[in-house]
């Protein structure tokens, strides 16, 4: 199993800011995954974080938008840059051990 | 799209009747894993599927899946209160985990 230690849990954020996250894990992993849950929606797949490499970005997601950074097997960042309200939204971090999926409970984002 | 579709979206029985959720994806998976979101609060993970299983069981759970039509469907028997949440099918292919677009699902006293 694995403990993901996500913070900050919530933040209120003014619009042409930037916010960022971090990802702790209590062991170490490959590839940590970075997701947005808007409103309402269900998780999409942000960004895939290797150590030692560039993040791998899915459609419609961008590095100047959401810059990730990966320094070691156990940590990384997702920053929210030049925040807009349209950014509101939950997002969480995940490992995958064993075929199995784990979550930080993830940073609850509301900009205003 | 990256997601799966899950229906229905959302479902609203009766405390002690049963409730099916459907999945369907669309690419080749390794396995398919269903999860629960309690309102604002992170996913805990309810039971796994490999592509070689038809069928699992956890409890009051029970998962089948068929890769020759690409869905999955989850059945929780005697429905309790607590069992109010959102529920999410994912996929895990290519070494990525991807989601489908959830159930919400109501029990009623």
């Known amino acids: 199993s694995a403990v993901i230690s996500q913070k900050p849990s919530r933040d209120i954020c003014q619009r042409g800011t930037s916010l960022t996250i971090q990802c702790q894990v209590d062991?170490?992993?490959?590839?940590m995954f970075w997701y947005r849950q808007q409103p309402g929606q269900s998780l999409t797949l942000i960004a895939t974080?290797?150590?030692?490499?560039?993040?791998?970005?899915e459609s419609g997601f961008v590095i100047d938008k959401f810059p990730i950074s990966r320094p070691n097997l156990t940590f990384s960042t997702l920053t929210v840059s030049n925040m807009s309200p349209e950014d509101s939204s939950i997002y969480l971090c995940s490992v995958i051990v064993y075929t199995e999926a784990f979550f930080g409970q993830g940073t609850r984002l509301t900009v205003v | 799209s990256q997601q799966g579709e899950e229906d229905p979206q959302a479902l609203s029985i009766q405390e002690g009747e049963n409730a099916t959720m459907n999945c369907s994806y669309k690419?080749?998976?390794?396995?398919l894993q269903w999860y629960r979101q309690n309102s604002g609060r992170g996913l805990v993970h309810l039971i796994l599927?490999?592509?070689?299983?038809r069928e699992k069981h956890s409890g009051r759970l029970r998962v089948t899946l068929d890769t020759s039509k690409k869905s999955s469907s989850l059945l929780i028997t005697a429905s309790r209160a607590a069992d109010t949440a959102s529920y999410f099918c994912?996929?895990?292919?290519?070494?990525?985990?991807?989601f489908g677009q959830g159930t919400r699902l109501t029990i009623n006293p």
């Open positions: 062991s170490q992993v490959t590839m």
């Open positions: 994912s996929f895990q292919g290519a070494q990525k985990l991807v």
């Open positions: 974080a290797n150590q030692g490499s560039e993040a791998t970005y």
């Open positions: 599927i490999r592509s070689n299983e």
């Open positions: 690419t080749s998976i390794n396995n």
